[in-house]
Structures are given as structure tokens and as C-alpha cells.
């Protein structure tokens, strides 16, 4: 996922900058409020190159986590085109992106410890398809052993996956003309969590 923490600080950042067109900021300036926001949350002591932000300024114009966001450079400075959109605003409704977020958030447990994380990490384990278990969850915190885990897990949800494959090929076979057959994991319509949910936790 091109999204880890510190990655999420800096979004959440740039966004707040960008959000409601009150200023606007050139490349220098969200460096050294990134850098700031870092230093202050993760005790970092580091100042972020100017790669990094034009990379997370592609990420979030782009859809690679669905924020598609109106930046605009206008004489090398940074805005929103709609000074009321944030991504805040967006949800996370992509399957691939909600199982990658889970197993980020895995990851990150234990350098976080606001309350709303937990709550944002059963939220999405409940909308998402895959399997994530109290197992998986507890052994996080040795990056080793979930290693492990994972690795075998992924070999059990091959198998689960191949098992499904052949009961959908089965339904689809045994459907009336014109039956749409039944899919696995059925989603609920519009369910979602936001970033902003997540990132109010960061």
C-alpha cells in the first residue's frame, strides 16, 4: 500500500492546507509544515524531501487511494480548484484498498494508541471481504511472526478461493436462463469508512 503512517500525516496535512482556499502554498512551504506535523506526532526530526511531497501531490491528484483531489499549481503554488472538497470527505470503498488499509493499520497498531482506531479497524473488517481474525490481529505486534502468519494464511485463502471458484462455477451451471448466479461475498451498497474517520485517529 503507497500508504503508510507517515504517509497518512502527510495527506492529512496537505490537505488541511488546501482545504477552503484561504491560502495557498508552494512546494517549500508544505515541506516544512509536513516536516513540522512529523516531528510533532511521530518525533521524527527529520525535514521531508521535496520528492516525497510531489510524490504524495501525485497520489492524492491520482486514484490509487480514491481522493482523486483538485490540486492545482498556479504560479508554483498549490490549491484546491473546489476549495470545498476534502478527503476527508472520501470513503474507502475499493476492496483492494480497504484489505491493504486493514493490514496497514495492522502494522501501525502499537505506535498508535488513540482510541479511534480500533473502532475505524472492526469498521473495516466487518465491510471487508477478506478474513481478518483476532489471531492475525494480536500477533502483529512481532512483525516476524505475522510475517509467518500471513504467508500461511495466504496459502489458506487459495484454497478458500479455489473452493469458491468451483461453488460459483457450480451455481452458474445450475441457474435458469437469464438468472444472474450468486456472487460470493455479497457488500453491502454504499458501505464505507471514510478517511476521515482514519485519520482523525492519526
Known amino acids: 500500500m503507497p500508504a503508510n503512517l507517515n504517509a497518512l500525516i502527510r495527506y492529512k496535512t496537505i490537505n488541511s492546507c488546501l482545504y477552503g482556499g484561504k491560502r495557498r502554498y508552494d512546494i517549500h512551504e508544505l515541506i516544512d509544515v509536513c516536516s ?8 521524527l526530526g527529520i525535514r521531508i524531501s521535496e520528492r516525497t511531497i510531489r510524490d504524495d501531490l501525485r497520489v492524492m491528484r491520482s486514484d490509487i487511494l480514491g481522493f482523486n483531489a483538485p490540486i492545482v499549481q498556479k504560479n508554483s503554488l498549490y ?47 466487518a465491510l471487508s471481504p477478506e478474513s481478518f481474525d483476532n489471531e492475525l490481529i494480536e500477533i502483529a505486534h512481532s512483525q516476524k511472526v505475522f510475517t509467518r502468519y500471513h504467508r500461511t494464511n495466504q496459502e489458506r485463502n487459495e484454497v478458500k478461493s479455489h473452493r469458491i471458484r468451483h461453488k460459483v462455477k457450480t451455481e452458474k451451471s445450475s441457474t435458469y436462463p437469464g438468472q444472474k448466479p450468486m456472487m460470493p461475498f455479497p457488500t453491502e451498497p454504499g458501505a464505507s469508512v471514510l478517511w476521515g474517520d482514519l485519520m482523525k485517529s492519526l
Not at 36 to 43: F, I, K, P, S, V
Not at 101 to 119: A, G, M, Q
Request: aromatic fraction near 6%; charge should be positive.
Open 36 to 43: 513540522d506535523a512529523l516531528n510533532e506526532t511521530r518525533g
Open 79 to 125: 490549491f484546491y480548484s473546489d476549495p470545498k472538497y476534502t478527503i476527508l470527505s472520501v470513503g474507502i470503498t475499493d476492496p483492494g484498498i480497504m484489505d491493504a488499509v486493514i493490514k496497514s493499520l495492522i502494522r501501525i497498531r502499537r505506535d498508535i494508541k488513540h482510541p479511534e482506531l480500533e473502532i475505524v479497524l472492526k469498521k473495516l473488517k
